[in-house]
Protein backbone atom coordinates (compact mmCIF):
# COMPACT_ATOMS: atom_id res chain seq x y z
CA UNK A 1 0.00 0.00 0.00
CA UNK A 2 1.30 3.47 -0.61
CA UNK A 3 1.03 5.78 2.06
CA UNK A 4 1.50 9.02 1.18
CA UNK A 5 -1.80 10.33 1.72
CA UNK A 6 -3.59 7.86 3.48
CA UNK A 7 -4.82 8.00 6.84
CA UNK A 8 -3.20 5.89 9.59
CA UNK A 9 -4.67 5.47 13.00
CA UNK A 10 -2.39 4.74 15.84
CA UNK A 11 -3.92 3.47 18.81
CA UNK A 12 -0.72 3.88 21.71
CA UNK A 13 0.88 6.74 20.70
CA UNK A 14 2.17 8.58 22.84
CA UNK A 15 5.10 7.04 23.05
CA UNK A 16 7.54 4.03 22.57
CA UNK A 17 6.65 2.36 18.69
CA UNK A 18 3.64 4.46 18.54
CA UNK A 19 5.18 7.49 18.60
CA UNK A 20 7.85 6.44 16.07
CA UNK A 21 5.28 5.14 13.47
CA UNK A 22 3.66 8.51 13.62
CA UNK A 23 7.11 10.37 12.97
CA UNK A 24 7.64 7.72 10.15
CA UNK A 25 4.71 7.76 8.71
CA UNK A 26 4.27 11.58 8.57
CA UNK A 27 7.45 11.24 7.07
CA UNK A 28 5.79 9.24 4.45
CA UNK A 29 2.93 11.86 3.68
CA UNK A 30 0.19 10.05 5.52
CA UNK A 31 -2.76 11.41 7.55
CA UNK A 32 -1.97 10.79 11.00
CA UNK A 33 -5.38 9.92 13.79
CA UNK A 34 -2.97 9.36 16.96
CA UNK A 35 -5.04 7.57 20.37
CA UNK A 36 -3.90 7.04 24.04
CA UNK A 37 -4.33 8.12 27.33
CA UNK A 38 -2.22 10.74 28.05
CA UNK A 39 -3.21 14.27 26.45
CA UNK A 40 0.14 15.78 27.06
CA UNK A 41 2.72 13.51 25.53
CA UNK A 42 -0.42 12.77 22.59
CA UNK A 43 -0.34 16.19 21.83
CA UNK A 44 3.59 16.52 21.53
CA UNK A 45 3.43 13.38 19.56
CA UNK A 46 0.98 14.42 17.24
CA UNK A 47 2.46 17.95 16.14
CA UNK A 48 0.90 20.64 14.39
CA UNK A 49 -1.09 18.56 11.63
CA UNK A 50 -2.11 15.56 14.01
CA UNK A 51 -5.71 14.28 15.14
CA UNK A 52 -5.15 13.29 18.93
CA UNK A 53 -8.19 11.41 20.46
CA UNK A 54 -7.26 10.81 24.31
CA UNK A 55 -9.08 7.62 24.94
CA UNK A 56 -8.20 4.40 27.29
CA UNK A 57 -9.26 1.69 25.21
CA UNK A 58 -9.86 -0.55 27.85
CA UNK A 59 -12.95 1.11 28.10
CA UNK A 60 -15.11 -0.22 24.74
CA UNK A 61 -17.05 3.57 24.56
CA UNK A 62 -13.51 4.93 24.05
CA UNK A 63 -12.76 2.33 20.95
CA UNK A 64 -16.10 3.48 19.28
CA UNK A 65 -14.82 7.13 19.93
CA UNK A 66 -11.68 6.66 18.29
CA UNK A 67 -12.83 5.12 15.07
CA UNK A 68 -16.22 7.27 14.90
CA UNK A 69 -14.26 10.53 15.24
CA UNK A 70 -11.23 9.65 12.76
CA UNK A 71 -14.49 9.15 10.21
CA UNK A 72 -15.99 11.91 11.10
CA UNK A 73 -12.57 13.97 10.69
CA UNK A 74 -11.11 12.35 8.01
CA UNK A 75 -13.94 10.86 6.47
CA UNK A 76 -11.84 7.56 5.95
CA UNK A 77 -9.28 5.22 7.71
CA UNK A 78 -6.80 3.33 5.42
CA UNK A 79 -4.48 1.96 8.24
CA UNK A 80 -5.30 0.43 11.13
CA UNK A 81 -2.50 0.02 13.58
CA UNK A 82 -3.13 -1.97 16.94
CA UNK A 83 -0.27 -1.40 18.43
CA UNK A 84 -1.28 -0.40 22.39
CA UNK A 85 -0.88 -3.25 24.61
CA UNK A 86 0.80 -4.03 27.89
CA UNK A 87 2.95 -6.77 29.41
CA UNK A 88 2.85 -9.10 32.92
CA UNK A 89 5.44 -11.23 33.65
CA UNK A 90 5.24 -13.67 36.23
CA UNK A 91 4.23 -17.30 36.55
CA UNK A 92 0.66 -18.02 34.75
CA UNK A 93 -0.62 -20.81 37.52
CA UNK A 94 -0.27 -17.50 39.88
CA UNK A 95 -0.97 -14.66 37.74
CA UNK A 96 -4.01 -12.15 39.76
CA UNK A 97 -6.98 -12.77 37.24
CA UNK A 98 -7.80 -9.25 37.10
CA UNK A 99 -4.19 -8.32 35.43
CA UNK A 100 -4.79 -11.16 33.33
CA UNK A 101 -8.18 -9.94 32.17
CA UNK A 102 -7.15 -6.61 31.69
CA UNK A 103 -3.83 -7.41 29.59
CA UNK A 104 -6.23 -9.80 27.49
CA UNK A 105 -8.52 -6.77 27.11
CA UNK A 106 -5.82 -4.08 26.06
CA UNK A 107 -3.72 -6.71 23.96
CA UNK A 108 -6.99 -8.57 22.11
CA UNK A 109 -10.14 -7.51 22.77
CA UNK A 110 -9.33 -3.96 22.09
CA UNK A 111 -7.54 -4.32 18.86
CA UNK A 112 -10.64 -6.81 17.64
CA UNK A 113 -13.45 -4.43 18.71
CA UNK A 114 -10.71 -1.42 16.99
CA UNK A 115 -10.83 -3.73 13.86
CA UNK A 116 -14.64 -4.57 14.00
CA UNK A 117 -15.36 -0.91 14.20
CA UNK A 118 -13.25 0.48 11.35
CA UNK A 119 -13.70 -2.78 8.57
CA UNK A 120 -17.35 -1.75 7.85
CA UNK A 121 -16.24 1.56 6.16
CA UNK A 122 -12.90 -0.13 4.73
CA UNK A 123 -15.11 -3.05 3.27
CA UNK A 124 -17.32 -0.17 1.69
CA UNK A 125 -14.72 1.53 -0.28
CA UNK A 126 -12.84 -2.04 -0.89
CA UNK A 127 -9.77 -0.53 0.41
CA UNK A 128 -7.87 -0.69 3.90
CA UNK A 129 -5.12 -2.57 5.29
CA UNK A 130 -5.06 -3.98 9.17
CA UNK A 131 -1.88 -3.98 11.45
CA UNK A 132 -1.79 -5.63 14.42
CA UNK A 133 1.43 -5.08 16.54
CA UNK A 134 2.53 -8.62 18.20
CA UNK A 135 5.61 -10.00 19.87
CA UNK A 136 8.35 -12.75 19.05
CA UNK A 137 6.72 -13.48 22.05
CA UNK A 138 3.67 -14.34 20.09
CA UNK A 139 5.56 -16.42 17.95
CA UNK A 140 7.65 -18.42 20.77
CA UNK A 141 6.07 -18.95 24.09
CA UNK A 142 8.32 -16.93 26.58
CA UNK A 143 7.93 -19.09 30.20
CA UNK A 144 8.76 -15.92 32.64
CA UNK A 145 6.23 -13.82 29.96
CA UNK A 146 3.48 -17.08 29.66
CA UNK A 147 0.39 -15.09 29.48
CA UNK A 148 1.74 -12.60 27.38
CA UNK A 149 3.27 -14.41 24.99
CA UNK A 150 -0.73 -16.71 24.82
CA UNK A 151 -2.28 -12.93 24.22
CA UNK A 152 -0.28 -12.33 21.31
CA UNK A 153 -0.52 -15.58 19.78
CA UNK A 154 -4.19 -15.33 20.14
CA UNK A 155 -3.28 -11.36 18.11
CA UNK A 156 -1.60 -13.11 15.57
CA UNK A 157 -3.78 -16.37 14.91
CA UNK A 158 -6.96 -13.31 14.61
CA UNK A 159 -4.61 -11.39 12.06
CA UNK A 160 -3.95 -14.43 9.82
CA UNK A 161 -7.76 -15.52 9.96
CA UNK A 162 -9.23 -11.66 8.96
CA UNK A 163 -6.67 -11.61 5.97
CA UNK A 164 -8.41 -14.59 4.40
CA UNK A 165 -11.86 -13.72 5.63
CA UNK A 166 -11.40 -10.00 4.34
CA UNK A 167 -9.08 -10.81 0.81
CA UNK A 168 -11.79 -10.22 -1.16
CA UNK A 169 -13.01 -6.80 0.00
CA UNK A 170 -9.59 -5.67 -0.80
CA UNK A 171 -8.66 -5.16 3.28
CA UNK A 172 -5.16 -6.89 3.74
CA UNK A 173 -3.93 -7.74 7.29
CA UNK A 174 -0.36 -7.96 8.85
CA UNK A 175 1.25 -9.45 12.25
CA UNK A 176 4.27 -7.84 13.62
CA UNK A 177 6.95 -9.90 15.27
CA UNK A 178 9.39 -7.30 17.00
CA UNK A 179 11.98 -8.49 19.25
CA UNK A 180 13.33 -6.44 22.45
CA UNK A 181 12.72 -2.88 21.57
CA UNK A 182 14.15 0.11 23.42
CA UNK A 183 11.18 1.35 24.91
CA UNK A 184 9.53 2.54 28.86
CA UNK A 185 7.56 -1.19 27.91
CA UNK A 186 9.00 -2.92 31.45
CA UNK A 187 8.27 0.32 33.35
CA UNK A 188 4.30 0.45 32.66
CA UNK A 189 4.02 -3.95 33.06
CA UNK A 190 1.12 -4.76 35.10
CA UNK A 191 3.39 -6.97 37.17
CA UNK A 192 6.74 -9.22 37.93
CA UNK A 193 9.80 -8.61 35.96
CA UNK A 194 11.97 -10.20 33.16
CA UNK A 195 14.88 -12.60 33.84
CA UNK A 196 18.19 -10.44 34.54
CA UNK A 197 19.83 -12.12 31.94
CA UNK A 198 16.88 -10.80 29.30
CA UNK A 199 16.94 -7.27 30.51
CA UNK A 200 20.92 -7.04 30.22
CA UNK A 201 20.87 -8.73 27.01
CA UNK A 202 21.06 -7.42 23.60
CA UNK A 203 19.33 -10.56 21.43
CA UNK A 204 16.83 -8.99 19.29
CA UNK A 205 17.11 -5.70 20.38
CA UNK A 206 16.44 -2.82 18.09
CA UNK A 207 14.96 1.05 18.54
CA UNK A 208 11.43 2.18 17.94
CA UNK A 209 12.62 3.56 15.39
CA UNK A 210 14.16 0.57 13.73
CA UNK A 211 10.67 -0.89 14.22
CA UNK A 212 8.64 1.56 13.01
CA UNK A 213 10.59 1.69 9.70
CA UNK A 214 10.31 -2.15 9.44
CA UNK A 215 6.39 -1.60 9.59
CA UNK A 216 6.31 1.28 7.19
CA UNK A 217 8.24 -0.99 5.11
CA UNK A 218 5.90 -3.59 5.37
CA UNK A 219 2.93 -1.89 4.62
CA UNK A 220 3.95 -0.93 2.02
CA UNK A 221 4.77 -3.91 0.04
CA UNK A 222 1.90 -5.46 1.46
CA UNK A 223 3.66 -7.99 3.59
CA UNK A 224 1.86 -11.15 5.72
CA UNK A 225 4.24 -10.58 8.95
CA UNK A 226 7.17 -8.19 9.44
CA UNK A 227 9.61 -10.21 12.16
CA UNK A 228 12.28 -7.56 13.62
CA UNK A 229 14.91 -7.49 13.41
CA UNK A 230 15.19 -10.35 10.81
CA UNK A 231 17.48 -12.61 12.54
CA UNK A 232 14.02 -13.25 15.24
CA UNK A 233 13.43 -15.42 12.13
CA UNK A 234 16.34 -17.97 13.36
CA UNK A 235 14.70 -18.00 16.87
CA UNK A 236 11.62 -18.84 15.65
CA UNK A 237 12.63 -21.28 13.24
CA UNK A 238 14.98 -22.92 15.94
CA UNK A 239 11.92 -23.80 17.81
CA UNK A 240 9.98 -25.35 15.08
CA UNK A 241 12.92 -27.45 14.17
CA UNK A 242 14.11 -28.27 17.37
CA UNK A 243 11.13 -27.76 20.01
CA UNK A 244 12.45 -29.66 23.28
CA UNK A 245 16.15 -28.00 23.19
CA UNK A 246 14.68 -24.48 22.79
CA UNK A 247 12.14 -25.25 25.51
CA UNK A 248 14.98 -26.29 27.95
CA UNK A 249 17.10 -23.31 27.10
CA UNK A 250 14.12 -20.97 27.54
CA UNK A 251 13.40 -23.00 30.97
CA UNK A 252 17.06 -22.54 32.23
CA UNK A 253 16.80 -18.54 31.20
CA UNK A 254 13.30 -18.58 33.68
CA UNK A 255 14.44 -20.75 36.30
CA UNK A 256 17.73 -18.52 36.37
CA UNK A 257 15.59 -15.41 36.98
CA UNK A 258 13.00 -17.02 39.73
CA UNK A 259 16.28 -18.13 41.66
CA UNK A 260 14.22 -21.42 41.68
Known sequence: MQIAGKVALITGASAGIGAALAENLRKRGAK??????SADRLAATGGADGFCIAADLLDPAARRHAVESTLDHFGAIDILINNAGVGLYGPSWRAPMDDVRRMMELNFFAALEMTQLAAP????RRSGMVVNVG???GKVTLP???LYSASKFALGSFTDGLRMELRQDGIHAMTVCPGYVETDFQAHVLGGAPPTSIRKSRMFKITAAQCAEAIAKGIERDARQVVTPWAGWLFVIA???FPEIVDRRLEKIYLSGTGE
Do not use: K, N, P, Y
Open 32 to 37: LSLVAR
Open 121 to 124: SMRA
Open 239 to 241: ERL
Open 144 to 146: WFT
Open 135 to 137: SIA
